[in-house]
């Protein structure tokens, strides 16, 4: 990648000085993994996993489109199916909701039927006049209207139109009433069936809204960029001030909206699904109530808490809003990250259907039908695959970290800012690829060493709940908790860790341990910007989440009379939250990188001749003042101490 050998030597701090591959063994290893995740691609491929998947087959085994061979103890198998090119389900509609797969009998057809067939004379003449046989294979068209075993071999009656899916080649319903006892079996397996209705019908009636809304957290999350870029330096005070506006500005509306939506659902014009509607709406008004008045007052007592600790914090957030004025692409690595995340998550999706119809056919005895299984080892490619979901997800994610703090140590240590490469970021990105992909691959594996086991914690808890005892229940969380704390934990020391190696080009355990000390040796400083800063940051989001939450409820507030709020403002108030996380993450990045250079730059320079400062003004400016509050108190305690002994000769 670059270089052969990995960074030896020297452990001083030397910003930029030297540059070595660091961590080749687990850049190895990471990529053997990756070969092996291919080979997990390969596998389905090569036995007709995919092709059953994409082609489709038929419940004897035969792949639709080509010839097959002959499955031991299946008659019905090993049929040419050249020109029956799309699977048809007999009766679509009966699924099997716990094993999430239709409970029908497939065939291999060569048309879909286009319209409804109603009796089974019109099912002989379909299948006559277009070749396309819909009852089983061994039962002649001539004889689908007397055939004993008709109600089971043939699809049931009458037979919805259907369309071919234009990849997968099945035969699909095209009338979504055909679905109506999934649905109703799904409401009726989740519990209460009006409520539920109503919820998704609001879900539906409110659907342009709830996109309007989304693309107006988006937009709120950009201008918030431009806020930070522009104006970082008041921007603690702006959040402030206007979280504390909006949040008793929103919860005094949030209970005037129930007091008023209380006054309707009394109204005796109303029908009984209207009345059902207002009677969900006032509870929910309540809930959120009562939540964002918990909420404000929690708010209000944090923010007086916190308000002297915010000078370094101000001064940090107006050298990172410089950052972003010289390194612009900032703002669109989100976009890359995600990017690349959907990619990889699709081709992991793929990967995974491939397997679903990989290995080797099976019958099951009680039905006759075949199914395809991974038996042996094999049937293990499924717990490896899950396993480079996690890692390679958090790869993806410390590449972007380790790019975020290659690009901010390059502005922070170079005193010439015009003496920058021309887009810092990409300089970055290419500096990561060539020399610290394996400090990437170890610390993304760190962190999945510690997720791995939080998920199959997780796992275990919900499929024992209702079983187990409490003293199991809480051993379970509590664990899941501290493996959460853990991770969170280990996430901060190796944002860190990428910002030293960086610096210095050092190995993952040696920027580890040296960011670490910097950390311990700045725990004061450290408490104050994780605190105050991602608490701004925080303010932030909330303040994105509650402008578009006021929104749709001014939005859905027109459709009281047939709208249940619950679903859709939970829905926009979640992406509203994720999108603006997405963006103000970036911010709270560069930040803490900011942090770590400032703290290396005050331990080994003094600012005299030969040792300056790399640093903003706005951070030198107080560095100054803390050394003009340190020498004051200083003074302060010498004069106390002479008075105290002046005191004592006097006595």
């Known amino acids: 990648m670059g270089c052969c050998s990995s960074a030896e030597g020297k452990r001083d701090w030397k910003p930029l000085e ?37 082609s489709g087959y038929d419940s004897y085994g035969n792949t639709c489109g080509r010839k097959n061979e002959q499955i031991e103890g299946v008659p019905l198998s090993g049929r040419d199916m050249s020109e029956n090119k799309y699977v048809f389900f007999l ?22 039927p286009s319209t409804e067939l109603k009796t089974y004379n019109e099912l002989k003449t379909f299948a006559l006049n277009n070749g396309s046989h819909l009852c089983s294979y061994d039962i002649s068209p001539t004889r689908y209207t007397s055939h004993s075993e008709r109600t089971t071999k043939c699809p049931k009656i009458p037979v ?98 129930y007091v008023d939506h209380r006054k309707a659902a009394n109204n005796n014009t109303l029908s009984v699904f209207g009345k059902e509607v207002a009677s969900d709406n006032v509870k929910a008004l309540l809930v959120y109530s009562i939540g964002a008045t918990i909420f404000t007052v929690v708010l209000l007592i944090v923010m007086f808490i916190m308000r002297k600790r915010v000078a370094l914090t101000i001064s940090l957030f107006h050298v990172a809003g410089k950052v972003f004025i010289h390194l612009p692409l900032l703002a669109l690595q989100p976009f890359w990250t995600f990017l690349c995340l959907m990619l990889f998550w699709v081709y992991w999706i793929a990967v995974l259907l491939f397997l679903g119809t990989a290995g080797t056919p099976v019958k099951n005895n009680s039905t006759g039908l075949v199914e395809y299984h991974m038996q ?56 990561t690829m060539r020399y610290h992909l394996g400090t990437v ?16 914690l997780m796992y275990i808890h919900s499929q024992l709940k209702g079983k187990e005892n409490a003293c199991a229940r809480c051993m379970l969380k509590g664990c899941v908790c501290c493996l959460w704390c853990l991770e969170k934990c280990l996430a901060y020391l190796n944002q860190n860790a990428y910002t030293a190696t960086a610096i210095n080009s050092t190995s993952f355990c040696t920027s580890a341990r040296e960011a670490f000390l910097i950390l311990v040796e700045n725990a ?58 997405c963006f103000l993450s970036v911010f709270e990045n560069v930040v803490d990188v900011l942090f770590l250079c400032f703290a290396v730059d005050t331990k080994y320079n003094d600012g005299s001749p030969g040792r300056e400062y790399y640093m903003d003004k706005a951070l030198m400016e107080y560095v100054e ?27």
């Not at 170890?442 to 962190?447: A, Q, V």
Request: glycine share 6%; hydrophobic share 50%.
């Open 91 to 112: 009766d679509p509609c009966n699924l099997d909701l716990i094993n999430r797969k239709i409970k029908s009998i497939a065939l291999c057809v060569s048309k879909c």
């Open 441 to 456: 691959a170890k610390g993304s594996f760190i962190i999945t060493l510690v997720k791995i086991p939080r998920l199959i």
């Open 160 to 257: 919805p139109p259907s369309k071919p899916v234009p990849v997968f080649h099945r035969c699909i319903p095209v009338d979504v009433g055909c679905y109506a006892e999934f649905a109703q079996a799904f409401i009726t397996f989740i519990g209460d069936n009006s409520v539920m209705r109503r919820v998704i019908a609001g879900v539906m009636a409110s659907k342009e809204i709830i996109m309007g809304l989304c693309l107006l957290a988006l937009v709120l999350s950009l201008i918030m960029m431009v806020v930070i870029r522009y104006i970082s330096k008041v921007l603690v005070w702006v959040l402030t001030i206007l979280v504390i506006i909006g949040s008793i500005g929103g919860t005094g509306i949030l209970w005037w909206l």
């Open 524 to 581: 004061l400083r450290v408490a104050a910007i994780n605190t105050v800063g991602d608490f701004v940051l925080f303010l932030g989001k909330v303040l994105i989440v509650s402008c578009t939450a006021f929104a749709g409820v001014l939005a859905l507030n027109y459709q009281r009379d047939y709208t249940v709020w619950v679903l859709p403002l939970l829905i926009v108030c979640l992406f509203a939250y994720l999108v603006a996380h």
């Open 625 to 651: 003042n803390s050394k003009k509050m340190g020498r004051y108190k200083q003074d302060d305690g010498d004069r106390r101490e002479m008075k105290s002994m002046a005191r004592g000769t006097v006595a």
């Open 376 to 431: 042996g080892p094999l049937q293990y490619l499924v717990w490896y695959h899950a396993v480079g979901l996690i890692w390679i997800s958090e790869y993806i994610l410390a590449f972007q970290q380790m790019t975020i703090s290659g690009a901010v140590v390059t502005y922070y240590f170079t005193r010439n800012k015009s003496q920058m490469p021309a887009t810092p970021i990409l300089y970055s990105m290419a500096r």
């Open 18 to 54: 030297e540059r070595s591959c660091t961590d080749i063994p687990w850049l190895i290893i990471y990529i053997l993994f990756c070969v092996g995740m291919a080979c997990i691609c390969i596998y389905p491929i090569a036995t007709g996993g995919a092709s059953r998947l994409i």
